[in-house]
């Protein structure tokens, strides 16, 4: 076979919501993680400008973000080498779907693939024992363990509900910088609001940021106005709302990863061919 003909016939193969997942899953963390850190940091710098004179009242927040960035850290790397890994798994149960179908019988990855996971012949023909490729016999291992979408289901759902719970407190600080800018739209446009200017306020203290007792804790009136108007407060937001993007798309990769998987261990089981619960 020539070489664009092999890669046609392997393509033939790919889990296209796989790929399509995969892309999305590795796009919506470096989104939440690197714009989650920054923002994170922006924070820690309005607080410390603006809020409070005194380190005691936002130390225990500072240690708070500094804990939440190494969490990013980790998290950035668990989900690229999980991305990665089902991404594999979506190319091999794909493939043992589209052999049972007979579109995937004529690669070797294809040949090795239905040995391992559809319980398909293991290098014995009509003529007796045959020499088994050394590429089928890669994909024999891989296969024995990369076969078994019903693992990958379980833990992708138990991911999901886990990222579910961090797409949800990304919104938070989403709602108190909206909040904030809303606040901010009241004082530079008084027509609007039948409030006096000196009573509009953005209190950290409210939100749980600062301690009661932390000193100014809230700024008013055209100092909050100048505020909003300053590129660190401008970022932050964008930031942050770029996190809470990211977030979003991590976890619809990590739903039609949950589908794709579910579809083919689903398709194995019913064919009487796919592995035991």
Same mark, same amino acid.
């Given at each position: 076979?020539? /070489? /664009? ?7 033939? !193969? ?8 995969? !892309? ?46 190494? %969490? ?13 890994? /089902? ?32 319980? !398909? ?20 291992? /891989? ?22 719970? %961090? ?77 809470? %993007? ?5 976890? %619809? ?25």
């Amino acid at each position: 076979l020539g /070489l /664009l003909e092999c890669c046609a016939r392997c393509l033939i !193969g790919a889990p296209f919501a796989s790929l399509v997942a995969t !892309g999305l899953c590795f796009l919506g963390v470096a989104l939440f993680c690197g714009c989650g850190h920054e923002a994170l940091t922006g924070t820690e710098q309005l607080i410390e400008t603006y809020f409070s004179k005194n380190y005691q009242d936002y130390e225990y927040l500072i240690d708070v973000i500094h804990a939440f960035q190494y %969490v990013i850290y980790g998290t950035a790397s668990f989900f690229f080498l999980y991305g990665a890994l /089902l991404l594999a798994e979506g190319f091999y149960t794909t493939g043992a779907v589209r052999q049972i179908f007979g579109d995937y019988r004529t690669t070797i990855c294809g040949k090795g693939l239905s040995a391992t996971v559809t319980g !398909g012949p293991k290098g014995r023909g009509a003529r007796g024992p045959q020499r088994a490729h050394s590429l089928q016999r890669v994909c024999q291992c /891989l296969g024995k363990w990369l076969g078994h979408p019903d693992k990958f289901v379980g833990i992708t759902y138990v991911l999901s509900i886990i990222w579910l719970l %961090v797409f949800a407190c990304s919104a938070v600080p989403v709602y108190i910088y909206f909040n904030t800018w809303t606040t901010c739209q009241s004082i530079a446009n008084p027509s609007k609001t039948s409030a006096s200017i000196g009573t509009l306020c953005a209190d950290a203290r409210m939100y749980g940021v600062l301690p009661w007792n932390a000193f100014p804790g809230k700024v008013c009136g055209s100092n909050l106005l100048s505020i909003c108007k300053t590129s660190e407060f401008q970022m932050t937001f964008h930031l942050f709302i770029a996190a809470f %993007v990211g977030a979003a798309a991590t976890l %619809v990769s990590l739903l039609t990863f949950m589908i794709a998987a579910t579809y083919n261990f689903a398709v194995l089981k019913l064919m009487g061919r796919g592995t035991k619960f």
